[in-house]
């Protein structure tokens, strides 16, 4: 009888890939020990941000730690997922560098962890590639940049006096842009209320470098998403880039200036900085990692890369959207990868995921397209909170995940 050795499986990133791939790795403790490494110990649930920035109405800076948010799934103790999972083991620590040549991964302490097989899953980050942004604009890629956004609004109302305008910019019209501005217009009249200030004195503005809102989804859903941020007050700038930040306005290409007190910036997105730091790794656009039709890296047949680091050829020629959808398949089809290979089995390439659509935009109404379907209304946004539940049950047992769902989390 032939014996084969335990291999480990280090993954990097406890996100939407890498969290998927180590629950379907956990499935085999006889052949695969997994380690899982991530910066923050949790999983972080970025759909639910958008309800994060006007979440807690009431006074100024809640403490954070007593606050019982609403909708708050953001954010989930990757201790509670792999909670009864023997052969994952899980670390908290940011990966600075990989060494294939030594199949070890290194942490910012120095420590080194080595590994028979490797998933890279860290994710994206935001691409400040614009001169004054960085220092000027709020991001939105956390749970506490949502809470300092929404704080941020807050004291402008407070400050400002009441002949005063306020302008609320959004740098980009994807879905986190569109989101966020419908959210925040729905809002703008009760904060005003609660400030004492005039209704309408608050604007939200979205700049778009594309012609259209939302360019990766279908035509119907562009032209309704445009329609209903135009019904709730919010102002569109297309077609234009922003070229330049200064302290209080954004320098369109243009020529045209557009005054800001909060500058919310969703526009550009890259992969996370570790793609940089494979040697050997190829890299396209926005430095994410080209992957093979079975998403190894390069000429490493031992390195996986899932999620938004890896650029992956989808449907046409067009690379796959940086989807939290996208990113369980592919940590799904890793985990199935290595277990094939692991066995010398005959492994099928990655079949991308075709996205399916759903953005809420501002109180208890979304849009949903899927598969020609389509539904806008109350309806969509029940759905956008069933396919939450759905989520959590696939990474909780059912009754945290009802929980979670239900109550939210203490962050
Ligand atoms: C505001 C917002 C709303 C969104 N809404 C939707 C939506 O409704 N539907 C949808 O499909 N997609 C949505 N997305 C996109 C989706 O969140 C991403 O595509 C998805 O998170 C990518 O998954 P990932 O596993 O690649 O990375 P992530 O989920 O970002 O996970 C990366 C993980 O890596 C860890 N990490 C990073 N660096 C290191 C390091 N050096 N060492 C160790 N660990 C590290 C991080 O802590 C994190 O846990 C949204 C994104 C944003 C920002």
């Known amino acids: 009888m032939k014996i084969m ?3 480990r499986v280090v993954i990097i990133g406890g996100g939407f890939a890498g969290v998927q791939c180590a ?23 970025h759909a639910d941000f958008y309800k994060l920035i006007t979440s807690g109405h009431g006074p100024l800076h809640i403490p954070r730690e007593k606050f019982r948010l609403a909708f708050s799934t953001v954010a989930l103790e990757l201790a509670e997922i792999f909670e009864g999972k023997p052969n994952v083991e899980l670390v908290r ?13 290194e942490l910012a302490d120095g420590e080194r962890i080595a590994y028979d097989i490797l998933v890279v899953a860290t994710g994206s980050v935001t691409n400040f590639s614009v001169p004054g942004l960085r220092t000027r604009a709020f991001e939105l890629k956390s749970p506490e940049d949502a809470l300092t956004i929404r704080n941020a609004i807050d004291e402008v109302f407070a400050r400002k006096a009441k002949h005063e305008k306020i302008s609320i910019v959004i740098g980009g019209g994807g879905f986190s842009g569109c989101e966020a501005a419908g959210e925040i217009a729905v809002w703008l009249p009760k904060l005003a209320r609660e400030h004492g200030q005039p209704a309408g004195n608050a604007e939200v503005t979205i700049v778009e470098g594309a012609p259209q809102l939302l360019m990766s ?18 102002r569109i700038i297309f077609s234009n880039f922003v070229v330049g930040v200064r302290d209080d306005a954004i320098d369109l290409k243009s020529g045209n200036a557009v005054l800001f ?11 996370h900085l570790l793609a940089e730091k494979i040697t050997g790794a190829a890299l396209a656009k926005g430095s994410c990692i080209v992957v093979d039709p079975y998403l190894r890296v390069g000429n490493f047949k ?8 890896a650029f992956c050829k989808g449907f046409g020629d067009k690379p796959l959207p940086m989807l939290a959808q996208t990113a369980i398949s592919q940590g799904r089809y ?21 996205p399916q659509f759903i953005i809420p935009l501002g109180g208890r109404y979304a849009l949903a397209y899927a ?41």
């Open 23 to 45: 629950l379907d790795l956990a499935r085999h403790p006889v052949d695969l020990d997994v380690i899982l490494i991530d910066r923050d110990g949790y999983h972080t649930y």
């Open 93 to 105: 620590g940011d990966v600075v560098a990989v060494h294939p040549s030594a199949n070890a991964v």
């Open 302 to 309: 031992n390195i996986f890369a899932v999620g938004d680091i």
């Open 261 to 271: 007190d909060i500058l919310i910036w969703t526009a550009g997105v890259r992969a």
């Open 217 to 234: 989804a279908p035509a119907w859903f562009r032209k309704k998403t445009e329609a209903r941020l135009l019904a709730l007050g919010v």
């Open 5 to 7: 050795k335990k291999k």
């Open 334 to 354: 890793a985990a199935y990868a290595i277990h094939r290979l692991f066995h010398d089995r005959k492994t099928f390439p990655y079949h991308p995921y075709r």
């Open 371 to 411: 598969r020609g379907f389509s539904l806008e209304g109350w309806l969509p946004w029940v759905l956008k909170r069933a396919v939450a539940l759905r989520y959590f049950m696939s990474i909780l047992p059912f009754g945290k995940a009802l929980r979670v769902w239900l109550r939210g989390v203490r962050i």
